[in-house]
C-alpha cells in the first residue's frame, strides 16, 4: 500500500531554479512540473501552480522537504489545502474507491499519473476557494445596491476588485494544462482507463466548469459596478458643467446690472 499527500503548499514555485539546486534523481520535467524518484518507493512532485505531492513520506520528511522548497515558493501558506490518497497494490484489476485506487501495476508512469490527478483536486479547491471569496464580495456589493440604491465601494477599491478577479482567471489560463491528460495516456491503454477513472473520482471537469461559471459571473457583476460608477461620474460632471455655465449666467447678468 502507498499513500499520497498533496498540498496547495504557495501561490507558486520557481520550479527551474530548485531545479539547479536540487540533486535528487528526476524521474519527469517540464517547465511546469518536476517529478523526483528518491527510493523504489519513495517519490515527490513538484508544481510551478504551488502544489507539492508526496508518496511514502512521513510527516518528518515532508517537512525536511519543505524546509528546501522554501526559498523557491512565492507566498507559502501556513495552512495548506491537502487531499490524501491510498494506493493498493497487486489488485487483479484496477478499480476506483471514495480516496484509494487499486491498480495492477505499480511503475512509476502510474504513480505519477495517479500523483498528478490527486494534485489536480488541490489546485482545483485552492482556485474554488479564491473565486468563492470573490463572489461573495461581489454578492455583498449586490445586495448593499439592492437595500441602498447604491454601492459600498470607492472606484478605487473597485479597480482593486477587477484586478483580483483578472489575477485569478489569468492563473487558471495560464495552468490550464493541468487539466489535460498527460502525453502518456495516449499510447497507453492502462494509463488511458486510470486517468478517465481518476477524473471521474475526483469530479475534475466538474468542479473546473464550476469554477469558471463563477469567474463569469463575478466578471459581469464587475461590469456592472464598472458602468454604474462611470453613470455616476458622468452624473456629476454633467451638474458640474451645468454649475459652472449658472455661475457664467449670473456672473454676466451682474456685470450688466452694475453696468
Known sequence: MYKVYACQYSESIDI??????????????????????????????VFKYGVVCFLNYDAIKMAEFFRLLKPYAKHSFEI???????????AV?????????????????????????????????????QSDILLEGTNHQIQFLENQGKLDI?????????????????KISQNL??????????EDENLNKIDIG?????????????IQEDLQIIKENLELFKDLMQYKKSNLLEW?????I??????????KFIL
Open 16 to 45: 527551474k531554479s530548485f531545479k539547479s539546486e536540487f540533486t535528487a534523481e528526476l524521474n519527469y520535467s517540464s517547465s511546469d512540473e518536476l517529478f523526483y524518484k528518491l527510493d523504489s518507493n519513495l517519490f515527490v512532485y
Open 80 to 90: 495548506k489545502l491537502h487531499e490524501e490518497f491510498i494506493i493498493e497494490t497487486n
Open 93 to 129: 484489476q484496477n478499480s476506483f474507491g471514495y480516496n484509494k485506487i487499486e491498480i495492477t501495476n505499480t511503475n512509476s508512469d502510474t504513480l505519477r499519473l495517479i500523483m498528478l490527478n490527486v494534485s489536480h483536486s488541490v489546485a482545483l479547491d485552492y482556485y474554488s476557494e
Open 154 to 170: 470607492s472606484g478605487n477599491n473597485l479597480r482593486r476588485y477587477i484586478g483580483r478577479t483578472l489575477n485569478l482567471k489569468n
Open 177 to 186: 494544462y493541468i487539466f489535460d491528460s498527460a502525453p502518456e495516456t495516449w
Open 198 to 210: 481518476l477524473k471521474k473520482t475526483f469530479d475534475l471537469q466538474l468542479r473546473y466548469r464550476n
Open 240 to 244: 458640474i458643467v451645468i454649475l459652472l
Open 246 to 255: 449658472l455661475i457664467e449666467v449670473v456672473n454676466v447678468l451682474v456685470d
